[in-house]
């Protein structure tokens, strides 16, 4: 009996990223904080909140050693917008409803969505905010830097990686 060839052909495999360790953990008032390092790179990050210990021992996906396989959105801000978003007041990044924004969000699937304070040096990680792509959606908003009501594109800022 022949064997029946495959349809749909092999599925691709995702790349292999190296990932970065835990180097330091505890609970601090019901809190779970981690310190993770890259063994390849060295680079280490700041105390971050974790919502498990087994998602932390299964590490985070370490950013300079795999800047190449990784689809990153890069949203350069003003400190004022930084800082709240550092904080935790604000959850969505508003962008203009143009040809500029339709072409880097619409169709498009990222990984990380890197939100920087300015444009800062690659030594300068202190300054970059690491969030999931939980997509975006379309709305209509009143804000300080858009003249009016404006058409504005929402980026889901909720699920952050790392940073300060």
């Not at 550092?86 to 990380?112: A, C, M, P």
């Not at 800062?120 to 300054?127: A, E, N």
């Not at 709305?139 to 003249?147: N, S």
């Amino acid at each position: 009996m022949m064997k029946q060839g495959d349809l749909f052909g092999t599925k691709p495999k995702a790349p292999y990223l190296k990932r970065m360790t835990v180097i330091d953990a505890g609970e601090v008032h019901g809190v779970n904080s981690v310190r993770y390092q890259c063994f390849c790179c060295n680079l280490e990050t700041s105390w971050m909140v974790e919502k498990t210990i087994t998602k932390a021992k299964r590490g985070i996906p370490c950013l300079q050693c795999n800047q190449d396989k990784l689809r990153i959105l890069h949203l350069n801000l003003k400190e004022q917008w930084w800082n709240e978003i550092n904080s935790g007041i604000k959850t969505l990044e508003y962008r203009l409803r143009n040809q500029y924004w339709f072409k880097r969000l619409v169709g498009k699937q990222y990984d990380f969505v890197f939100v920087k304070l300015g444009y800062p040096s690659k030594t300068q990680i202190d300054r970059i905010i690491v969030f999931v792509w939980n997509g975006y959606f379309p709305m209509i908003v009143k804000h300080p830097e858009f003249d009016g009501k404006q058409e504005v594109y929402a980026i889901d800022l909720t699920e952050r990686v790392w940073g300060i």
